[in-house]
């Protein structure tokens, strides 16, 4: 699918959420969120629109939700919704790792959560989300059931060549395009369904080689039993053979960022989606941030990975939704439906 004209859209996401890293039902505080007036200064003399992944937790403390209206005024951003399962009620299920994986939750618990959070965004900032990302990624078909029942037009929980069903039986997103597509409840979320009613936007996610229709596979080798038993994987990045990179600075270098950058353009990427958590914006909250240095450091990798992204493709900040409307063509209609009805669809 070629990409549309005009400069690249590229995505800045925040998973705008609770202090509290490990996963926890008490003890709940925000106060990373009092650190989103600096970043959206930032954001602001760099020309960016970003979108925030908020969680329930965010949007139901009144000092926190009063924060996000403000950076989020006038169109600066585009505020969508976060799922942390293990604190969003009901919380009828148990609190075992598992569960923090939506996708593993009853279907109807999967909907009645993404009604609450829903309904607590609504109250907090006066509109409906239309975007969603699911906490650890943890999507799966019921979810986007559920999004499609509470209005939503967009997500962007997909993570391209990573599988998490090592951890705590999460989904595989091997073999999910990298390019924006529609998902279905009734198909794999990894699977490209025209009519879908849900826009899906990937996070930007590929190797240091490509292209990735070779390497893929290669790394996908590697991380298999036995060759784990022999630390393939690890032995394969530290020699420079191959190495899967994500497109956020609490992961990667800028240097890698802009590989990672130009390996996806080379394979027909779209857009580029750049994200991290807000955590990581106050000193000792996330494990990529200890120090204030180090909050320093990520503020600078950000700046210097835009400044050095220009010379290699022309690019627009987007927000997810926005991406959603330029790249998403409209689902087509099946025969029934064209006589007489109409749908209106596109984080």
């Not at 919380?91 to 009604?115: G, H, Y």
């Not at 994987?233 to 590989?259: C, H, K, N, W, Y």
């Not at 353009?265 to 000193?283: D, M, V, Y």
Request: glycine share 6%; with cysteine.
């Amino acid at each position: 699918m070629s990409r549309a004209p005009g400069p690249l859209p590229l995505i800045v996401s925040l998973d705008t959420e609770e202090d509290n890293w490990n996963r926890s039902r008490t003890g709940i505080t925000v106060e990373n969120i009092a650190e989103l007036p600096r970043q959206a200064r930032f954001f602001e003399r760099l020309g960016v629109r970003p979108t925030y992944f908020t969680a329930y937790q965010v949007a139901i403390d009144r000092c926190a939700a009063a924060v996000m209206r403000e950076v989020s005024q006038d169109g600066r951003a585009e505020l969508g919704a976060h799922l942390h399962p293990w604190n969003t009620p009901p919380l009828t299920e148990a609190f075992v790792p598992r569960n923090s994986m939506t996708w593993n939750l009853p279907a109807d618990l999967q909907l009645a959560k993404i009604r609450t959070l829903t309904a607590a965004l609504e109250e907090a900032f006066g509109r409906r989300p239309t975007s969603f990302r699911a906490g650890r990624y943890g999507i799966g078909p019921d979810t986007v059931s559920a999004l499609q029942v509470c209005g939503y037009r967009v997500d962007s929980s997909v993570s391209p060549f990573v599988s998490l069903e090592d951890v705590d039986h999460g989904p595989s997103f091997v073999g999910a395009p990298i390019v924006p597509y529609r998902v279905d409840p009734s198909a794999d979320i990894r699977q490209q369904s025209p009519n879908g009613a849900i826009g899906e936007i990937p996070l930007s996610y590929g190797f240091s080689r490509g292209p990735f229709s070779v390497f893929e596979p290669v790394q996908r080798l590697m991380e298999a039993l036995p060759l784990r038993w022999l630390r393939a994987p690890g032995i394969a990045a530290r020699t420079g053979l191959i190495r899967r990179l994500s497109l956020s600075p609490e992961f990667q270098s800028v240097a890698d960022m802009l590989t990672l950058s130009a390996r996806l353009l080379e394979s027909g990427a779209r857009h580029l989606h750049i994200s991290w958590h807000t955590p990581s914006l106050k000193p000792g909250l996330s494990p990529f941030t200890a120090t204030p240095a180090d909050v320093e450091r990520l503020y600078a990798s950000i700046e210097a990975y835009f400044e050095r992204l220009v010379p290699m493709t022309s690019f627009q900040f987007m927000t997810v939704s926005e991406a959603a409307e330029l790249l998403l063509p409209l689902p087509v209609e099946s025969p029934q439906h064209s006589r007489g009805s109409s749908r209106s669809l596109v984080r």
